[in-house]
């Protein structure tokens, strides 16, 4: 009944591939028919051979005993391929269920919980309900086959025994039940412990430089035996429990043999049964209570499966980021779309946290904004929240005339391209990353876009050009390299707005100035929203917003700015003066001693 209700659960997320099925079900049970006749054969070799002497029959006897042996094998073998063909299939069904949810999941979700949580939903769930359609439910139904097709000829040879065998059958199906909410809950917290595990490896992998430059290792393991400590005990009494209820159940069946063994002793010496019959009733007993036992078995397993499909269950239920992934978003019909982007009384919160406050800006198309402000001002936030990463709290953000509230990701996909600080590589060749940006681009388009982004000298120099292979994470290129790429995605792409998020912050000087140039040619006659600590940029920016703890404080051109000696800008200015190479305006305690002492450069005249 569990396992009905259980396959009811996942049967919409799997596509179940019923001619497959069938078949393979089909091989499976004429294979066990093969080897459930071969007790009767050895009924008549003993009784009709053996003891009555008719020899004539041993020859056809053993050949049928042969034959059906190389049928059930053969039959056998077949069906283990399908069903694991099977298996394997819904599986990736039910990995794709997940990870088409997962897209549409809001960003912050995923950056909180990271990667270990969801590739143990992945892995480790899907794997354990692939397991359970394909092999569970196979062998419960063929256990059920069994069962029935020896309780049939038990009947037919003493029905007396058979009405036994039946008044126990109840009895062994009892004793699971005793250790059903025992195994649950072990299963479940080895469950958790391992999602818990999954996520600590992941950062050991991940933080390998971090843990080796810290000399990390041991405080690395400490962290970790604490964390298999959990799962050991666990792990332990779930098998103890798992182990407890199937050896009560073989514990009892061996009782009930040696019963049917004496009993029957005494009617062979009585005469009123053959010895063959004996013989044939014990093994079609052991076949008729062993499916009882295997049920018991696969308790602990259907256990396991109701703790994944819970989780994946809770996954799938989890909400989804309100934006439509698709449709056309409310864009006024027959009017030129222009790439203007404004926001109005715009507040976003992060959790409880106001991160965002009221922050107004307006850009007409083809210009630049440059926002700036300190580590955690909130630029980043603006940004994500312009990309609908963030949910808008209050107030309106428009992009070319379209409020929010209206736009589809498919909308911002095709309007808006991204460099981020960091630009994530995926292992492939350059073209495949440098496509992400357009997939139907040609090779042609491909090189063209890499070469505005100034890879092309780079390109021409590897034996395999734009087919050379990258590693894990663009590895094999420098931080200057996987920006270019990001921005030759960009070209690719051709977006009418960009948003560009301290691109160059993460390179040193010289790579910077070179893939500024290459972003200064992507800019060219598109609406650009850039955070930056590039002073240069900055002063170039049609309109600098200065942002301060969420708020904006100031905003104007750079002269514009320095002419009315605005207070927020000259302290960001007074910061970057300070550092010496004139690098950041960030990370720089705020001066208390204002009026600042600016470089010459930058006084008004
Ligand atoms: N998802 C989030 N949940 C809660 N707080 C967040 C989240 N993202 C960022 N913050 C907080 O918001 C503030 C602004 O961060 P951010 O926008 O990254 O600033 P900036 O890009 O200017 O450095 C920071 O104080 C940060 O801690
Ligand atoms: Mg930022």
């Keep these: 009944m569990q396992s009905i209700r259980?396959?009811?659960?996942?049967?919409?997320?799997?596509?179940?591939?019923?001619?497959?099925?069938?078949?393979?079900?089909?091989?499976?049970?004429?294979?066990?028919?093969?080897?459930?006749?071969?007790?009767?054969?050895?009924?008549?070799?003993?009784?009709?051979?053996?003891?009555?002497?008719?020899?004539?029959?041993?020859?056809?006897?053993?050949?049928?005993?042969?034959?059906?042996?190389?049928?059930?094998?053969?039959?056998?073998?077949?069906?283990?391929?399908?069903?694991?063909?099977?298996?394997?299939?819904?599986?990736?069904?039910?990995?794709?269920?997940?990870?088409?949810?997962?897209?549409?999941?809001?960003?912050?979700?995923?950056?909180?919980?990271?990667?270990?949580?969801?590739?143990?939903?992945?892995?480790?769930?899907?794997?354990?309900?692939?397991?359970?359609?394909?092999?569970?439910?196979?062998?419960?139904?063929?256990?059920?086959?069994?069962?029935?097709?020896a309780l049939a000829v038990i009947f037919y040879l003493d029905w007396q025994l058979a009405l036994a065998a039946l008044a126990v059958i109840?009895?062994?199906?009892?004793?699971?039940?005793?250790?059903?909410?025992?195994?649950?809950?072990?299963?479940?917290?080895?469950?958790?412990?391992?999602?818990?595990?999954?996520?600590?490896?992941?950062?050991?992998?991940?933080?390998?430089?971090?843990?080796?430059?810290?000399?990390?290792?041991?405080?690395?393991?400490?962290?970790?035996?604490?964390?298999?400590?959990?799962?050991?005990?666990?792990?332990?009494?779930?098998?103890?429990?798992?182990?407890?209820?199937?050896?009560?159940?073989?514990?009892?069946?061996?009782?009930?043999?040696?019963?049917?063994?004496?009993?029957?002793?005494?009617?062979?010496?009585?005469?009123?049964?053959?010895?063959g019959m004996l013989v044939a009733l014990v093994s079609y007993l052991n076949n008729a209570l062993a499916p009882v036992q295997a049920m018991n078995h696969f308790v602990g397993e259907l256990q396991g499966g109701e703790v994944a499909m819970k989780r994946i269950e809770e996954f799938l239920c989890s909400p989804e980021e309100p934006m439509p992934r698709q449709g056309v978003a409310a864009e006024a019909k027959g009017q030129p779309w222009l790439p203007a982007v404004e926001a109005a009384s715009l507040t976003v919160l992060g959790g409880e946290q106001t991160i965002l406050d009221g922050v107004d800006f307006a850009l007409k198309e083809g210009q630049t904004a440059a926002f700036v402000g300190r580590s955690g001002s909130g630029k980043s936030t603006l940004?994500?929240?312009?990309?609908?990463?963030?949910?808008?709290?209050?107030?309106?953000?428009?992009?070319?005339?379209?409020?929010?509230?209206?736009?589809?990701?498919?909308?911002?996909?095709?309007?808006?391209?991204?460099?981020?600080?960091?630009?994530?590589?995926?292992?492939?060749?350059?073209?495949?990353?440098?496509?992400?940006?357009?997939?139907?681009?040609?090779?042609?388009?491909?090189?063209?876009?890499?070469?505005?982004?100034?890879?092309?000298?780079?390109?021409?120099?590897?034996?395999?050009?734009?087919a050379t292979i990258l590693g894990h994470r663009g590895d094999g290129l420098s931080g200057g390299q996987r920006q270019r790429v990001a921005i030759a995605r960009v070209f690719l792409q051709r977006p009418e707005v960009l948003i560009l998020d301290e691109p160059t912050s993460a390179l040193d000087r010289g790579t910077e100035g070179q893939v500024l140039q290459s972003l200064a040619e992507l800019m060219k006659g598109k609406t650009t929203l850039m955070s930056t600590h590039r002073l240069q940029t900055v002063e170039e920016a049609d309109m600098i917003y200065v942002m301060e703890a969420g708020k904006v404080t100031d905003k104007g051109s750079h002269a514009d700015l320095l002419q009315r000696g605005s207070a927020p800008y000259l302290a960001m200015l007074s910061r970057q003066s300070r550092i010496s190479e004139a690098d950041s305006f960030e990370d720089v305690a705020l001066p208390s001693d204002l009026p600042l002492e600016l470089s010459k450069r930058e006084l008004p005249a």
């Design 383 to 466: 940004f994500r929240a312009i990309l609908g990463f963030m949910p808008v709290e209050t107030g309106l953000i428009r992009l070319g005339g379209v409020p929010h509230a209206a736009w589809t990701r498919e909308f911002l996909n095709r309007r808006i391209g991204v460099v981020f600080q960091e630009s994530f590589l995926f292992a492939g060749s350059i073209r495949d990353n440098i496509a992400i940006g357009r997939l139907d681009a040609t090779d042609e388009e491909i090189y063209e876009a890499a070469c505005k982004a100034d890879l092309g000298t780079w390109i021409d120099s590897q034996p395999a050009g734009l």
């Design 170 to 275: 109840p009895i062994l199906l009892a004793i699971p039940r005793m250790f059903r909410s025992l195994i649950m809950r072990h299963t479940g917290a080895v469950r958790a412990h391992n999602e818990e595990i999954g996520t600590y490896l992941y950062e050991s992998i991940e933080g390998s430089r971090e843990i080796r430059v810290h000399g990390l290792e041991r405080w690395e393991r400490e962290r970790n035996e604490a964390r298999y400590r959990n799962l050991v005990g666990a792990s332990v009494k779930d098998t103890l429990y798992r182990v407890l209820s199937a050896h009560s159940g073989s514990l009892a069946v061996s009782g009930i043999v040696v019963v049917v063994y004496g009993f029957g002793s005494g009617r062979v010496l009585d005469g009123t049964m053959t010895i």
């Design 6 to 149: 259980l396959f009811m659960r996942l049967a919409p997320y799997v596509r179940i591939r019923w001619p497959l099925t069938a078949a393979a079900y089909a091989c499976a049970l004429l294979s066990l028919t093969c080897s459930l006749v071969q007790p009767y054969l050895f009924l008549m070799l003993i009784d009709r051979v053996l003891t009555g002497g008719e020899k004539e029959l041993l020859a056809p006897l053993l050949l049928a005993s042969g034959g059906l042996a190389i049928g059930s094998m053969l039959l056998g073998t077949v069906q283990a391929a399908m069903f694991r063909y099977l298996g394997i299939r819904h599986t990736l069904d039910l990995r794709e269920v997940i990870l088409a949810h997962l897209r549409r999941l809001p960003m912050a979700e995923i950056e909180r919980h990271g990667a270990g949580k969801y590739s143990a939903l992945m892995g480790m769930d899907t794997a354990t309900m692939g397991n359970f359609l394909n092999h569970v439910v196979k062998e419960l139904l063929t256990q059920w086959y069994t069962l029935l097709f």
